[in-house]
């Protein structure tokens, strides 16, 4: 089992920008794929960016593509997603999820964490 903690959201400006950070802790995080969701008010959670367990690969949804940045450190058990250029439709709370398949699919992944709270304002 691997436990996950999100961190790094809050209110940010239209343009700006914020980075989530997960930490993980438990099973050795490097044998995880780990992936980012978010779910904004009154709407179903969606894919948002993953990234497979040496790093190497990622897949990131074509709304935020070219804005948001997946990557890990497996020495500090952390995936992180680099947000730019934020608009309020990103308003949303942002989850990370940790499973064996590389997938855009929430019912892949086995672990998820509490979900941050990133609003953006216009």
């Known amino acids: 089992q691997v436990q996950l903690v999100e961190s790094g959201g809050g209110l940010v400006q239209a343009g700006g920008s914020l980075t989530l950070s997960c930490a993980a802790s438990?099973?050795?995080?490097?044998?995880?794929?780990m992936a980012w969701f978010r779910q904004p008010p009154g709407k179903e959670r969606e894919f948002v960016a993953s990234?497979?367990?040496?790093?190497?690969?990622?897949s990131i949804a074509a709304s935020v593509k070219g804005r948001f940045t997946i990557s890990r450190d497996n020495a500090k058990n952390t995936v992180y997603l680099q947000m730019a250029s934020l608009k309020p439709e990103d308003t949303a709370d942002y989850y990370c999820?940790?499973?064996?398949?590389?997938?855009?699919?929430?019912?892949?992944?086995?672990?998820w964490g509490q979900g941050t709270q990133v609003t953006v304002s216009s």
């Open positions: 999820a940790a499973g064996d398949e590389f997938s855009e699919v929430a019912d892949s992944y086995d672990y």
């Open positions: 438990g099973r050795t995080f490097s044998t995880y794929v």
């Open positions: 990234i497979t367990k040496n790093g190497r690969s990622t």
